[in-house]
């Protein structure tokens, strides 16, 4: 089909004109309006063109090392999301099917994370992990208030407690009116201690979420530890208090790589779990999971059964209408890949994360916060301290953008929020000559400021913001 666009015909008028070259439309030649919609219709392939160049605008996704999102998916996933993308995954009447995957895919997370109800247990599909933890804190919430009206104790002043979070955990607390007691990191301390759980936990306490792969430092908290005090601290106060794991990216990988760590339905007291499916579950941008340990864990006040489209349909995620293509593609990966491709896939980001890690240690200017060993599949490091090389983090992610990188450079949180460090995840699609290619940038822009030393440092403001998704 030869290639048209709208050419002008009078003051008012557009009209086809066969063979005629998209660059020469008028929305090529006399630009479009941005922010109203436009009085004419326009041909699919110019405005194709037109928004195909913008994008050209935006990083290039898989130069992006800041986010832990999948970037590459296989050409079936392209195709699977294709087939789905007119299926609304909530309508479990019409696409029964599509229902009958969501239901596999939680029964497979049950089992990989050693519930001990995998094929009868309780679990969802969410729009990402932050969605799915607001429904793990909204059970503890639920659960505790139930046990506080049993006792006539009053149950208006919900408490949860956690470590150096991702910014859904604030959402959750503001939102659903809970005190977020969080632990602050410091020098020497960068996961969530068991004795700093204790010293927080009292009656009004509706759980605690330690995470497997902070977002900040990619170290995993000791769940088994936080557990265990726990345990102790029921038998010395009474005191059951119930633990969900943040496992956003942790719970694709812990599994495959260090299947002896104990963190999962293992350890009684943890009660559900969240996960991000398009993280290093695979799968395309869209999809999370939460699993509980029981279908009792889940409060039934929580679970609408819902009459729609003919159909009595139980629900209980924050969203409705929703597309059913990442649920496909997650299963896909499922079969796919097995475990022994997900253990593969998560080796092999491990072992150019360590790469990545032993080079910039190489280098000397650095100090390593985490080398790619026991959590994410990720480095990250800071300048040495009390030395001034010439450029700042932020002035060194600034000069790898001009190759297309995109490296986080942040602030560490409270208490060590005069430190900034730089952080890479390495994810599927990642190379050992893409990590070559990385750290000769590195060395270039080094070398560059060696020359050129910045007296100015860029601050975090002037670097524009990050966020750690």
């Known amino acids: 089909m030869p290639l048209q666009f709208f050419k002008r015909k009078g003051d008012n008028d557009l009209k086809s004109v066969p063979g005629a070259d998209i660059y020469t439309s008028p929305y090529m030649k006399e630009g479009i309006p941005l922010n109203t919609m436009p009085?004419?219709?326009?041909?699919?392939?110019?405005?194709?063109?037109?928004?195909?160049?913008?994008l050209l605008m935006d990083g290039n996704s898989k130069q992006n090392l800041a986010t832990f999102c999948q970037t590459w998916m296989d050409e079936e996933v392209h195709k699977l999301m294709d087939d789905c993308i007119d299926k609304n995954m909530i309508d479990k009447d019409e696409y029964p099917q599509t229902a009958a995957i969501?239901?596999?895919?939680?029964?497979?997370?049950?089992?990989l994370w050693n519930s001990p109800e995998a094929a009868t247990t309780i679990g969802c599909s969410t729009t990402g992990s932050s969605e799915a933890a607001m429904l793990g804190g909204l059970a503890l919430k639920w659960q505790w208030r139930k046990k506080r009206q049993a006792l006539d104790k009053p149950a208006d002043k919900p408490n949860l407690i956690c470590g150096a979070v991702q910014i859904c955990w604030h959402k959750f607390a503001r939102y659903f009116d809970v005190e977020l007691r969080e632990v602050p990191l410091e020098e020497g301390k960068l996961t969530l201690t068991p004795e700093d759980v204790i010293a927080r936990c009292d009656e009004n306490t509706i759980g605690v979420v330690p995470t497997l792969g902070i977002t900040f430092t990619c170290l995993y908290e000791d769940v088994k530890a936080i557990s265990q005090a726990l345990d102790k601290l029921q038998k010395?106060?009474?005191?059951?208090?119930?633990i969900h794991v943040d496992a956003a990216s942790g719970a694709f990988i812990a599994p495959f790589l260090t299947p002896e760590l104990e963190w999962d339905f293992r350890l009684p007291r943890v009660k559900s779990i969240n996960a991000s499916g398009h993280k290093y579950g695979l799968a395309p941008l869209g999809v999370g999971w939460v699993v509980w340990r029981?279908?009792?864990?889940?409060?039934?006040?929580?679970?609408?059964?819902?009459?729609?489209?003919g159909g009595n349909m139980p629900t209980f995620a924050l969203n409705f209408s929703r597309p059913g293509g990442q649920i496909i593609a997650q299963y896909y990966n499922f079969l796919r890949l097995g475990k022994e491709g997900y253990r593969e896939i998560m080796q092999a980001n491990m072992s150019h994360a360590q790469y990545i890690a032993d080079a910039i240690k190489s280098l000397g200017y650095f100090e390593l916060f985490y080398d790619g060993h026991g959590g994410l599949p990720g480095a990250s490091w800071r300048l040495k301290p009390?030395?001034?090389?010439?450029?700042?983090?932020?002035?060194l992610s600034d000069r790898l953008r001009m190759r297309g990188w995109q490296i986080a450079a942040y602030p560490l949180p409270s208490k060590m929020d005069d430190v900034v460090i730089q952080r890479v995840l390495v994810r599927h699609g990642f190379s050992r000559d893409m990590a070559d290619l990385l750290i000769a940038d590195i060395k270039r822009a080094i070398d560059y400021f060696v020359k050129h030393p910045i007296t100015v440092p860029l601050t975090r403001e002037e670097a524009g913001g990050y966020a750690h998704n």
């Not at 009085?39 to 913008?54: F, G, Q, W």
């Not at 029981?294 to 489209?309: A, C, G, M, Q």
């Open 294 to 309: 029981d279908k009792s864990d889940l409060p039934e006040e929580l679970i609408f059964n819902v009459n729609y489209l």
């Open 102 to 111: 969501e239901a596999r895919c939680v029964s497979i997370l049950a089992d």
């Open 39 to 54: 009085e004419k219709s326009r041909l699919p392939e110019n405005v194709y063109a037109l928004l195909k160049d913008e």
């Open 386 to 395: 009390g030395t001034n090389p010439g450029f700042s983090l932020y002035d």
């Open 236 to 242: 010395d106060k009474g005191l059951d208090i119930p």
